[in-house]
């Protein structure tokens, strides 16, 4: 039902009729696109990345703590390897310690 709801949202935030045929929706989207630039496209989803964020973001950090979004930022920089990422998740959960 969420999923229903946020793209009536989104349709009525850029002014399109929720309601519209996928179809037409596919063609109106792919007769507007526009290459940008990266800084660009960053800039346009400034406000989108502070909301998609709180979505899930805040909750992460609750559950899972700072250090372990610093060791994501490490692996998507390549600075950690997958393994080691996969030990700490392990130990996060509790797996490491013997419980289920």
């Given amino acids: 039902m969420g999923c229903l709801l946020d793209h009536e949202i989104e349709c009525l935030r850029f002014g399109v009729d929720p309601d519209m045929p996928r179809q037409e929706l596919l063609e109106m989207v792919e007769g507007s696109t526009v290459e940008l630039s990266i800084e660009g496209h960053r800039e346009e989803h400034a406000e989108d990345f502070v909301r998609w964020g709180r979505r899930g973001g805040l909750a992460t950090v609750r559950r899972y703590g700072t250090a372990w979004f610093s060791l ?6 390549e600075r950690v390897s997958a393994e080691r990422l996969a030990e700490t998740f ?7 310690a013997g419980r289920p």
């Avoid at 994501?72 to 920089?77: E, G, H, I, Q």
């Fill in 72 to 77: 994501l930022a490490r692996r998507r920089w």
């Fill in 90 to 96: 392990a130990q996060i959960n509790g797996e490491a």
